[in-house]
């Protein structure tokens, strides 16, 4: 079925107007396909990675190497979700910032769809790609999804939002029981 932007057109959640381009520190999360439990388990407050979640692990700490404006901050790979926080620098490696002022969105000049190069959704998109190619070749198969088709972010804006996302990640295993992401509390 051909593209059809009256029936096609998902509403984004980006930050209207926000270059996602420009340095800065982003919280991010990403759930797996129906937030199926594919990367491990959690036991007694501490995550246990399978073969799944190694592939993960290994994909998004070669973030950096495909993406070199980008340094990783802490991260956690759950049962079904992934959180951490990617710093975009101008300079890399030095000259990271931990706020994000607003900055106007640059326009794609070459009329492409899709995120701009270098961009916070270009990261994700290559991340999710390698996780997904690695973990379906281990599977056996090919086009099985493996996340779900977006992403959340919220832009970190100083070192009080910097600090609480840190703990957050942190304290995610500990807090799995609990968590909106949990089997136990998805609708049915």
């Not at 995550?47 to 950096?64: E, F």
Request: charged share 25%; aromatic share 10%.
């Amino acid at each position: 079925m051909p593209y059809d932007p009256g029936r096609h057109h998902r509403r984004s959640i980006r930050l209207r107007g926000y270059d996602y381009t420009s340095a800065g520190a982003y919280f991010i999360t990403i759930c797996a396909h129906r937030r199926e439990c594919l990367f491990g388990e959690v036991v007694d407050g501490a995550m246990r990675l399978n073969v799944y979640g190694r592939v993960v692990d290994a994909c998004w700490q070669a973030i950096p190497d495909h993406f070199p404006r980008v340094m990783l901050d802490v991260y956690v790979i759950m049962p079904n979700h992934v959180h951490g926080i990617i710093a975009i620098v101008d300079d890399p490696p030095v000259g990271a910032r931990h706020a994000s002022p607003l900055r106007p969105l640059s326009p794609r000049l070459d009329g492409v769809r899709g995120p701009a190069p270098g961009s916070l959704g270009a990261i994700i998109g290559s991340f999710k790609s390698a996780a997904t190619r690695r973990i379906n070749r281990l599977r056996g198969v090919s086009g099985l999804p493996v996340w779900q088709r977006n992403y959340y972010e919220r832009i970190i804006r100083d070192d009080d939002e910097l600090q609480l996302a840190r703990a957050y990640v942190f304290n995610n295993p500990a807090a799995w029981p609990d968590d909106e992401n949990h089997p136990d509390r998805l609708p049915g």
